[in-house]
């Protein structure tokens, strides 16, 4: 008996791998890649981080090495976040030209200059005492206490004239303040920094995937609260659409997700709006719950990176910001064909 659906289509084009790379619709490549560092002030060995297993606390010596390697593998961008020595109320280390981020920005531009995107974490939460991403509008842990968004503006503004004096070429403000990348347009074109590109974390959401960046850059909320008065809520999803349009009206010249594989259908919705490169961040904890499987065996690490990587792309990010940069670039370097 033959059977009755031998191969339709689009089964007859499953039938080799040659066939499938040929038509496949998403192909990832490691120039559409960012990898997030860590760099902290007064350490000179690098300092592991529990919660994610791979990723490390750079010393200035240990970053420009991971950066080179990278450049060598044909990674084109990285973004930095610094982990201060000291905190203050204001986070005066994200804007001191002294500061952490500053002086590993100009080691790098000096190593790697214009082979590398420069990209720097615009945002005060790792250099607040009270670990909120703006200055406060009364004392931390009081419940009544917000953060004070115009005075959080002007911060904003002095961290991304340091940035890019220092050398970033594009500046990546976080903390979702209303008017933060007007602000920073501003603030970059009076300082003589108009080539100075932003790239906006557009629609942020108040996600728990978070947890093992705090841990990263020793983070914690005093009082234990939240974001989510400034942050996204989760249950949303148009209103993506109304922050990302706001974003691009001020100036943005690229426009983020985050985090990325559970936020799929709002990065579809921003790509189909949006003529500017749209990017998302496969942020801490999406990494940290693929190292965790794979370490007791549940799933199989490179297929479920190669496949989460690949989707988030699918979906429509140009850019994707992943701790896994590193091991995409070794996996493929050489390879004929690139992620399946
Ligand atoms: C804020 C910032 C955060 C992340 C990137 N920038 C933390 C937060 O908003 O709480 C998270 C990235 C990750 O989880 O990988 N400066």
Request: hydrophobic share 50%.
């Amino acid at each position: 008996m033959t059977a009755r659906f031998p191969a339709a289509r689009p089964r007859r084009l499953r039938s080799s791998a040659a066939l499938r790379d040929l038509v496949a619709e998403t192909r990832l490549d490691v120039g559409r890649l960012v990898a997030p560092l860590f760099v902290r002030e007064d350490i000179d060995t690098p300092q592991p981080i529990a919660s994610l297993p791979g990723v490390v606390q750079h010393s200035r010596a240990s970053l420009r090495e991971e950066v080179s390697a990278l450049a060598d593998l044909g990674v084109r961008a990285v973004i930095l976040f610094g982990v201060p020595a000291e905190k203050d109320a204001v986070g005066s280390g994200a804007f001191d030209p002294q500061g952490i981020v500053q002086v590993a920005l100009r080691d790098l531009a000096a190593d790697v200059g214009d082979e590398m995107v420069l990209i720097a974490d615009l945002c005060v939460d790792e250099y607040t005492s009270h670990g909120h991403c703006g200055v406060l509008d009364g004392p931390a842990g009081d419940p009544h206490t917000s953060v004070d968004n115009d005075a959080t503006l002007e911060i904003y503004g002095k961290i991304a004239v340091a940035q890019a004096d220092a050398g970033a070429q594009v500046v990546a403000p976080s903390g979702m303040m209303d008017g933060q990348v007007g602000a920073i347009r501003a603030a970059l074109d009076a300082a003589g920094h108009k080539s100075v590109a932003i790239l906006a974390y557009a629609a942020k959401y108040a996600s728990g995937l978070y947890g093992p960046f705090r841990d990263a850059v020793d983070c914690a909320i005093v009082g234990g609260g939240d974001r989510k008065a400034y942050q996204q809520d989760w249950r949303n999803a148009r209103e993506a659409l109304v922050e990302v349009q706001a974003d691009i009206d001020e100036g943005a010249d690229m426009v983020m997700v985050k985090p990325a594989l559970a936020y799929l259908d709002v990065i579809a919705a921003v790509k189909a709006t949006v003529n500017v490169p749209v990017a998302a961040y496969q942020v801490s904890g999406e990494y940290a719950m693929i190292k965790a499987a794979a370490a007791n065996g549940w799933i199989d690490h490179d297929a479920i990176v190669g496949e989460h990587l690949t989707a988030i792309h699918r979906a429509g990010a140009d850019v994707i910001l992943t701790y896994f940069a590193r091991w995409f670039a070794e996996a493929h370097a050489g390879r004929r064909s690139a992620a399946r």
